[in-house]
């Protein structure tokens, strides 16, 4: 039922788009704290601003979907402009289309750890999984989740079984997942989620604890969340791509300086029921950053380049990413 929704939405949104122009802005994000850049810019209207700031008004869409593969698939199809999703189906999409529609980031929405949280006892590492254990993740083999599971697998039994564990992952939105952690009793045993859901996972079950962290696999701080679109949208739509680069700013410094606020504007943009003072700690966390220039995302890309997942080899960031002064320094 969920998937003819989301085919209906889709559906919806190309034939709106038929005729897209300057000042129409169509944007996918997924689930969690990662896109509270949007969430922000979302609720202070910082993108219409932003626009008339260039005598531009700028209609937008909002369009929650669940997985890279989906918004990927909405992004090559006209759906969308702005697709919100991991490193890992950015790097897929942009080795997909390279030559041709050219895809590339647009902006990091920040640095998060993501957590690989198990609420069965015994598994301590990710070699403690067995066949019957079922690990959640928004999107099997292709999310940045399943990208850094598999660099994982590679650090511990060689690149050649870098895909050992693809076999244990089911594709779940996090909130379900989530719920399924909290509750146990389920085939899944595993979690690689975003916050704020691996942090409600920790708090609501006792036996739940992590097992994996994707900076220590990464080896510091990193961008895991992005937002891209395609060379003609950035080309064709220089004063609506301009807004919306300068909102996303805006936005960042806002969270900085205003965290209460910005916690408040994330339960009041998602309708969500997230205890403030949980949430208010992974906004203000030290290992989090809200910026926009990409970190440390080339280590995560040569990889998967390595192992055969992508064809092309990327030097930098730049590669992947449109070349542009707030992604400039971007790694």
Partial sequence: MKKKKIIATLAALALSGAAHAEG???IAEQFGIVYLLLNVAQDQQLIEKAGKAQGQDIQIEF??????????????????????????????????????QNVRGIASLGNFPYYLV?????????ADFGPQDRIALPAVSVSVQARILQLASAKLWGDAQYAKLDANQVAVPHPEATAAIV?????????????PFQEQELAGNPNAHIVLKS?????????????????KFR???????????????????????????AADIFIRTNKSGIDRKLLLSII??????????????????????????????????????FDDPHTAGGS
């Fill in 118 to 126: 198990s609420n069965k006892p015994g598994v301590k590492t990710i």
């Fill in 24 to 26: 129409r802005l169509r």
């Fill in 284 to 321: 203000t966390n030290p290992e989090v950053e809200f910026k926009l220039a990409p970190q440390n995302t080339l280590g995560l890309a040569q990889f998967m380049q390595r192992v055969g997942a992508i064809k092309n080899k990327p030097a930098s960031a730049r590669d992947y990413f």
């Fill in 183 to 195: 509750k146990g009793g389920t085939e899944i045993t595993g979690h690689f989620g975003n916050p």
């Fill in 235 to 261: 080309n064709e739509n220089p004063k609506t791509y301009k807004a919306f680069v300068d909102a996303l700013a805006e936005a960042a410094r806002f969270i900085r300086a205003n965290p209460e606020k």
């Fill in 63 to 100: 369009v929650k979907l669940s997985g890279g593969a989906s918004v990927n698939d909405a992004l090559l199809s006209g759906s969308i402009d702005v697709a919100g999703a991991g490193v890992g189906p950015l790097l897929t999409i942009w080795d997909r289309t390279l030559g041709r």
């Fill in 215 to 231: 900076y220590d696999v990464l080896g510091g701080p990193a961008s895991a969340t992005v937002l891209y679109g395609t060379e």
